[in-house]
């Protein structure tokens, strides 16, 4: 019984994850009984963790729009999480040294299986030194990451805000509004949603279309 679900659940991950990984995935799923839900895309995460609640067991959710490798590496942080919360609940900080340990020690797993190309093994052991709270605010890994997007996604022009000029507008993929790059605090833009005038903070990292627009017009 063990056995068919293994070989059901490795079938249906297999699109989403890298060759040699798909069976680490699934031994953890049913290792520490997750509910593992593919996400439409969101634009301030990623993936996410949420520990049991309710009569509900520990859930991960990963954007499903993800590369291969990008999916194995968030979904490997939230399984840091995970045993972090059954080792600490929430007695630690969500990225501590104790879910940095975790993180790492999962992550040489996928690391000794070769699972990963040249470059990104070598971007994924810099990032081990010292992972930030998300993958997706350590430029150098992203961009690596990135390299590996499928054709389709690199053709749509996305690109990150970090790479936005300063006061250069950009708009999220499906959303009209328009926002103006403002000033970096730590890993984020404050940047202004030029309809409304709100505040919002922004990810460097996250993926957006570049608008070309003259500063003097008006938008009031």
């Known amino acids: 019984m ?5 070989n059901k659940l490795i079938s249906q991950l297999s699109p989403f994850l890298p060759e040699k990984s798909a069976e680490q995935v699934v031994d953890w799923l049913i290792e520490y009984k997750v509910h593992l839900k593919i996400a439409k895309p969101r634009k301030s995460k990623l993936g996410d963790y949420r520990p049991p609640f309710n009569g509900k067991g520990h859930r991960i959710s990963v954007n499903g729009d993800l590369n291969p ?79 590996y997007d499928s054709p389709q996604k690199k053709a ?36 202004l949603e030029v309809n409304s005038g709100k505040q919002f903070a922004v990810n460097k990292m996250a993926e957006v279309f570049k608008v070309e627009i003259k500063d003097n017009l008006n938008f009031k």
């Open 2 to 6: 063990t056995k068919n679900l293994n």
């Open 69 to 147: 490798y990008a999916f194995l590496v968030t979904f490997t942080h939230e399984v840091a999480h995970l045993i972090t919360y059954n080792e600490y609940q929430r007695k630690v900080k969500p990225h501590g040294r104790e879910w940095k340990g975790n993180y790492g020690h999962l992550m040489v797993k996928h690391l000794k299986k070769e699972v990963f190309p040249t470059d990104l093994e070598q971007a994924l052991t810099i990032h081990l030194r010292n992972p930030a709270a998300s993958s997706c605010v350590d430029p150098n890994l992203i961009k690596v990451l990135r390299a």
């Open 156 to 191: 749509i022009g996305l690109v990150t805000v970090d790479e936005i000029k300063e006061e250069g507008y950009f708009q999220f993929p499906n959303d009209r509004r328009l926002f103006k790059k403002g000033r970096l605090m730590r890993s984020r833009y404050q940047c």
